[in-house]
């Protein structure tokens, strides 16, 4: 007979002291949500071990109990990925130990809830950066990149989280503990550390990572070019691209959000009456950034840039940074709600699909706020409303249904970095025929044939249910697409 929620309680109790098992509703509340507040989930336990042997143990206790559980870093996630309903939720963020720093090698060994900021922090002194910045990097976790396969402003030119972690030691659902990558060269055979970063926590829990370290670039230089229309924008963007230039990174704010961050804390200095702007952050070695820098500003002011200003100092430069990080938070001033959705589409279609956006937007009636990453089509258009309101919030679900068909409509992804989670399984069938779908169940089951870690997100819930119910169902899926 397996135990009760009262006994694995107490088992966990032993594990990690009794401040770090919650079982009060009261208590339990603060974890209900994530970044993306409109969805709300109650966990019945949280348990928050401190040590990589106290992860372990509990981990093990939950595959006795057989009970489902779910990961959680700093909670910053934009999906609802890290909500556990009814279910166990497993916090992270106490493993906070940076292990080891090689310089030499160029590499870190870090615990799953050291935050990036501390990471970039720490080996700054050492001419070294943990490149992936996503914009919550004062927040968010390294393990919580890992679930997400995070980005930030800089992928553009660094790559996201899979190019910069060369090994983990992972437990899996089931307790058993594996390494997955290598520290030096590639390991033969299927790159499973490829398939466990991007996982959203599916496939079980980093206990240590190594992650890759690149020197700090020599000389950096970042320059805001204001536009009178955001098709000028866009076609600056894709210009700067097909010269060869590649910036550090390449991000877009359309009119209404330049509007919101202006008269937020977080005030940039963005000309508010603009209706688009570009930030463009070049570096390198100084004699290439120089050229670079001319070539873009070339580009922008032949494009319709009105003005093209370039960071005098590493304080301007960080005011102009601060507008495009603290977006997001800026948008809380609208209303108590937020939907941020995650689209990749080609750079080439960006024109085409901002008006499309605006459409949608006079269609439903809603406020659209863009701010994206531009030099790889990511977009992240965000609608600020009150979830409380049924009329509004069906409004706002419709309009984002329709850009999101909009995106892939013309070739483009649901997400580029903030993962499927709760908030985009349903868009899952726009994208991936009933063969992926299932493929993607097998890849699962074959981390956890139990399913108990992080249920019910990512692949649509029916589809798995259809995989297991008869041996017909892999032919039958075949012959969908026969």
């Given at each position: 007979?397996?135990?009760?929620?009262?006994?694995?309680?107490?088992?966990?109790?032993?594990?990690?002291?009794?401040?770090?098992?919650?079982?009060?509703?009261?208590?339990?509340?603060?974890?209900?949500?994530?970044?993306?507040?409109?969805?709300?989930?109650?966990?019945?336990?949280?348990?928050?071990?401190?040590?990589?042997?106290?992860?372990?143990?509990?981990?093990?206790?939950?595959?006795?109990?057989?009970?489902?559980?779910?990961?959680?870093?700093?909670?910053?996630?934009?999906?609802?990925?890290?909500?556990?309903?009814?279910?166990?939720?497993?916090?992270?963020?106490?493993?906070?130990?940076?292990?080891?720093?090689?310089?030499?090698?160029?590499?870190?060994?870090?615990?799953?809830?050291?935050?990036?900021?501390?990471?970039?922090?720490?080996?700054?002194?050492?001419?070294?950066?943990?490149?992936?910045?996503?914009?919550?990097?004062?927040?968010?976790?390294?393990?919580?990149?890992?679930?997400?396969?995070?980005?930030?402003?800089?992928?553009?030119?660094?790559?996201?989280?899979?190019?910069?972690?060369?090994?983990?030691?992972?437990?899996?659902?089931?307790?058993?503990?594996?390494?997955?990558?290598?520290?030096?060269?590639?390991?033969?055979?299927?790159?499973?550390?490829?398939?466990?970063?991007?996982?959203?926590?599916?496939?079980?829990?980093?206990?240590?990572?190594?992650?890759?370290?690149?020197?700090?670039?020599?000389?950096?230089?970042?320059?805001?070019?204001?536009?009178?229309?955001?098709?000028?924008?866009?076609?600056?963007?894709?210009?700067?691209?097909?010269?060869?230039?590649?910036?550090?990174?390449?991000?877009?704010?359309?009119?209404?959000?330049?509007?919101?961050?202006?008269?937020?804390?977080?005030?940039?200095?963005?000309?508010?009456?603009?209706?688009?702007?570009?930030?463009?952050?070049?570096?390198?070695?100084?004699?290439?950034?120089?050229?670079?820098?001319?070539?873009?500003?070339?580009?922008?002011?032949?494009?319709?840039?009105?003005?093209?200003k370039v960071a005098r100092d590493e304080v301007e430069r960080l005011r102009l940074w601060q507008g495009r990080?603290?977006?997001?938070?800026?948008?809380?001033?609208?209303?108590?709600?937020?939907?941020?959705?995650?689209?990749?589409?080609?750079?080439?279609?960006?024109?085409?699909?901002?008006?499309?956006?605006?459409?949608?937007?006079?269609?439903?009636?809603?406020?659209?706020?863009?701010?994206?990453?531009?030099?790889?089509?990511?977009?992240?258009?965000?609608?600020?409303?009150?979830?409380?309101?049924?009329?509004?919030?069906?409004?706002?679900?419709?309009?984002?249904?329709?850009?999101?068909?909009?995106?892939?409509?013309?070739?483009?992804?649901?997400?580029?970095?903030?993962?499927?989670?709760?908030?985009?399984?349903?868009?899952?069938?726009?994208?991936?025929?009933?063969?992926?779908?299932?493929?993607?169940?097998?890849?699962?089951?074959?981390?956890?044939?139990?399913?108990?870690?992080?249920?019910?997100?990512?692949?649509?819930?029916?589809?798995?249910?259809?995989?297991?119910?008869?041996?017909?169902?892999?032919?039958?899926?075949?012959?969908?697409?026969?």
């Amino acid at each position: 007979m397996g135990m009760n929620l009262d006994e694995v309680s107490a088992r966990l109790t032993e594990v990690v002291g009794e401040r770090h098992v919650l079982t009060r509703v009261s208590e339990l509340l603060v974890y209900s949500s994530d970044g993306l507040p409109g969805y709300r989930k109650q966990p019945t336990l949280a348990v928050f071990p401190g040590t990589r042997d106290e992860t372990i143990a509990v981990v093990r206790i939950l595959a006795e109990a057989k009970l489902p559980f779910v990961p959680r870093g700093a909670g910053t996630g934009l999906s609802g990925g890290a909500l556990a309903d009814g279910v166990v939720l497993l916090g992270l963020h106490r493993l906070k130990n940076i292990i080891s720093i090689d310089v030499e090698n160029r590499r870190a060994k870090v615990e799953p809830g050291v935050v990036n900021l501390k990471l970039n922090r720490t080996v700054a002194p050492k001419g070294l950066m943990y490149a992936p910045d996503p914009s919550s990097e004062a927040a968010c976790t390294i393990g919580g990149n890992i679930a997400e396969n995070a980005g930030g402003p800089h992928c553009l030119k660094n790559g996201v989280t899979l190019n910069h972690i060369l090994a983990l030691t992972v437990i899996l659902p089931s307790g058993e503990i594996v390494e997955l990558g290598a520290e030096e060269g590639e390991r033969d055979g299927y790159d499973l550390r490829g398939a466990f970063i991007g996982s959203e926590g599916c496939f079980g829990i980093a206990l240590d990572i190594t992650v890759r370290l690149i020197p700090r670039p020599q000389v950096i230089r970042t320059m805001l070019c204001d536009f009178t229309t955001v098709d000028a924008a866009a076609r600056v963007t894709s210009a700067i691209v097909a010269s060869g230039v590649i910036p550090a990174a390449l991000e877009f704010l359309d009119g209404p959000m330049i509007r919101v961050v202006e008269s937020s804390i977080y005030a940039a200095g963005y000309p508010k009456d603009a209706e688009a702007v570009l930030l463009v952050e070049l570096d390198g070695l100084q004699e290439g950034v120089d050229a670079d820098l001319e070539t873009v500003r070339r580009l922008a002011l032949d494009g319709g840039a009105r003005n093209v200003k370039v960071a005098r100092d590493e304080v301007e430069r960080l005011r102009l940074w601060q507008g495009r990080k603290k977006a997001f938070g800026a948008m809380g001033r609208l209303s108590p709600h937020l939907v941020v959705q995650d689209a990749v589409i080609p750079r080439s279609r960006l024109a085409e699909i901002l008006g499309r956006i605006e459409g949608i937007r006079q269609k439903y009636g809603v406020i659209v706020c863009n701010v994206f990453h531009a030099g790889d089509g990511n977009l992240h258009p965000n609608i600020p409303y009150n979830a409380d309101d049924p009329e509004e919030s069906e409004r706002v679900h419709l309009a984002m249904k329709e850009i999101m068909q909009a995106c892939v409509s013309v070739g483009g992804s649901i997400t580029g970095e903030h993962g499927v989670g709760l908030d985009k399984m349903g868009y899952m069938d726009l994208i991936f025929d009933p063969v992926s779908l299932a493929a993607m169940c097998d890849l699962r089951d074959a981390f956890d044939p139990e399913r108990r870690a992080n249920p019910a997100k990512v692949i649509p819930t029916h589809r798995c249910r259809e995989w297991m119910a008869a041996p017909s169902a892999r032919a039958s899926a075949k012959a969908v697409q026969a």
